[in-house]
């Protein structure tokens, strides 16, 4: 069975977005109830990749997996292939009740068209698969129907 770290010593603040998925955006962290069935983990903290639209399921990194000295240097090496940044709370979900209040933590993955394509792969590739997924088995697959009381994450690296 899969170890499970705890990271809640180094969130700063959480915001709730229920299951308003418009409000995600690929590179943010996300924390979420999760209730399909035959789960190991039931409170995943993602960083969210993207949504798959032909199979319907959201794709991510499960950072309780990793211990905070491997989240901290997977972070570094994230950084040196795109910007990670403390987002301002600008993103509007389809109504103005959806509006982020609180700044979170977001790798600025391009969301759209054949760069974001690009650049993933090159991440993936680079980083995930070489580093992440033969060590630690961390790349996960999500149902939306099974994702409840979505959170952005602000986290502190240290």
Known sequence: MRIKYSHVSNIISTERIGS??????????????????????????????????????SHGINLNYLTKYKLKRFFNQLGKEILITRQDPKIRGGDESTVLTERYIRAKFRHRGAAAKSERKIVY???????????????????RKHMKSLR????EFK
């Open 20 to 57: 308003n998925f418009n409000v995600i955006r690929p590179g943010m962290i996300l924390q979420f109830l999760y209730s399909a069935p035959k789960i190991y983990d039931k409170t995943p903290m993602i960083l969210f990749l993207y949504y798959d639209s032909m199979t319907k399921l």
């Open 125 to 143: 590739e680079k980083i995930i698969k070489d580093k992440l997924i033969i060590t630690d088995d961390v790349y996960r697959t999500y149902k």
């Open 152 to 155: 952005t994450v602000n986290y």
